[in-house]
């Protein structure tokens, strides 16, 4: 294998895009101490954010397991970085930006994993005429929603690179593409208005976008052994889609687990990609990763263990949104939050404070008592549209624990 194929076209100084890669809505602080590069920065600003944090309690696949060693949407976005990390070091291109862009592709993820997707996507399209998907839904967390203390306290918004914002709006592993080049134009991403739109602006990005797919496949595959999803028929007829790459006819049942299909994924994409033909994997690998999703669509994720589930997290998220939705009241939105905290206290007390972070209502002496100097995201006074949208920005950033606890509240009395 030649490595470092992409050396010249990573996001480096010396590509002529670098400054549209380096570009902030607003100047950051600066310190002379600091050691970091731009995508560094942007790094570790993602590690401290609350919706980081948030990860370690967000279904990948199985709800609530009681084995303590199944996937969390938190391991997902680790394996997801280790993978980027290897293609990205072995091509020559910026880890920094792939390690950045692969820990944040996952902030805008719903509770209850993609069927919570589903379900927010349902109530935004009926009440907004809007589409949400996680993607988009994490470009506007990290531009609109988290909010970090600067070197004076001020809590303001993350303000990220444009190359890793692009990344995680770009991020779309569902789609079976290959051979993934970067696109020329730093577009304005809020033209995004749907997932998949634009080609990643970075090689980075690109790596990243399959990256995420070799990370899951596998993993997901492991999960569904442990669990017994996956009967003695399931996989013979996984081993028969391994028998026809020969890079993976090799790999015996006992052996299929997300270390060597990583493995082979990696190897097989580095050795064929390269500026020419973009991020690929060979013919036979490429055909053979498309039938393990789809094997994996089949037999896992819409496993008949898991329509209990996908029933329950439809009625918490439906409940909790509905019974949200009630607290608007135009100018008269806040006391109609506190009349309805008496029944809900720890719903909507939770959500009270997380709109006083945004909202208009806030004023500026209590803007500046609570340190706030990010932009306003809600516009209550005059638009019940702003509130909506308050309502499903809140229900995405929630974990599934919390969603449980909050629905919990509903029915107790």
Same mark, same amino acid.
């Given at each position: ?10 996001? %480096? ?14 100047? *950051? ?43 969390? %949407? ?19 291109? !910026? ?44 470009? %506007? ?8 203390? !600067? ?71 492991? @999960? ?28 015996? *049942?006992?052996?299929? !687990? ?40 089949? !037999? ?10 996908? %029933? ?16 608007? @009241? ?45 932009? *306003? ?37």
């Amino acid at each position: 294998m030649e490595g470092y194929l992409f050396t010249e076209q990573s996001a %480096r100084p010396s590509n002529p895009k670098y400054m549209q890669m380096i570009a902030r809505a607003e100047n *950051i602080y600066k310190r002379q101490s600091d050691i970091r590069s731009e995508f560094g920065r942007d790094y570790t600003r993602i590690l401290h954010s609350m919706a980081y944090r948030r990860l370690k309690h967000k279904t990948q696949v199985f709800f609530s397991p009681q084995n303590d060693h199944i996937c969390t %949407r938190i391991e997902h976005v680790s394996h997801v970085d280790s993978v980027s990390y290897t293609i990205a070091d072995a091509l020559g291109l !910026n880890t920094e930006l792939t390690r950045a862009i692969a820990t944040a592709h996952d902030l805008g993820h719903a509770p209850f994993g993609h069927l919570g997707e589903t379900v927010l996507a349902e109530l935004s399209e009926r009440d907004l005429k809007d589409s949400f998907w996680h993607e988009r839904n994490g470009l %506007r967390f990290v531009e609109g929603v988290e909010l970090l203390e !600067n070197d004076k306290g001020l809590r303001k918004n993350l303000n990220l690179t444009y190359a890793v914002r692009d990344g995680i709006v770009s991020h779309c592993g569902e789609v079976d593409q290959n051979g993934i080049k970067p696109r020329d134009e730093a577009i304005d991403l809020e033209t995004y208005r749907v997932k998949n739109q634009f080609a990643p602006f970075t090689w980075e990005g690109c790596v990243v976008k399959l990256a995420d797919k070799i990370a899951y496949l596998g993993r997901d595959i492991e @999960d569904a052994k442990t669990l017994g999803i996956l009967d003695n028929a399931r996989i013979d007829e996984l081993q028969a889609i391994l028998f026809q790459s020969p890079a993976l006819r090799d790999i015996k *049942i006992k052996e299929i !687990n997300n270390t060597v299909l990583i493995h082979e994924f990696i190897l097989d994409l580095c050795e064929n990609s390269s500026p020419q033909k973009g991020i690929a994997l060979s013919k036979d690998n490429f055909r053979a990763m498309k039938m393990i999703k789809d094997f994996n669509y089949k !037999n896992i994720y819409r496993h008949p263990r898991l329509e209990p589930y996908f %029933r329950y997290a439809k009625l918490v998220l439906t409940e909790l949104y509905d019974t949200l939705i009630k607290g608007y @009241d135009g100018a008269q939105t806040p006391k109609a939050l506190a009349a309805l905290a008496r029944y809900y206290p720890e719903l909507f007390g939770q959500f009270a404070g997380y709109l006083e972070q945004y909202w208009d209502f806030t004023t500026a002496e209590r803007r500046a008592e609570l340190k706030l100097g990010n932009r *306003i995201l809600y516009q209550v006074k005059e638009s019940q549209r702003d509130y909506t949208m308050a309502v499903l920005d809140y229900l995405s950033g929630m974990t599934d624990s919390f969603a449980v606890r909050s629905y919990n509240e509903l029915i107790s009395f």
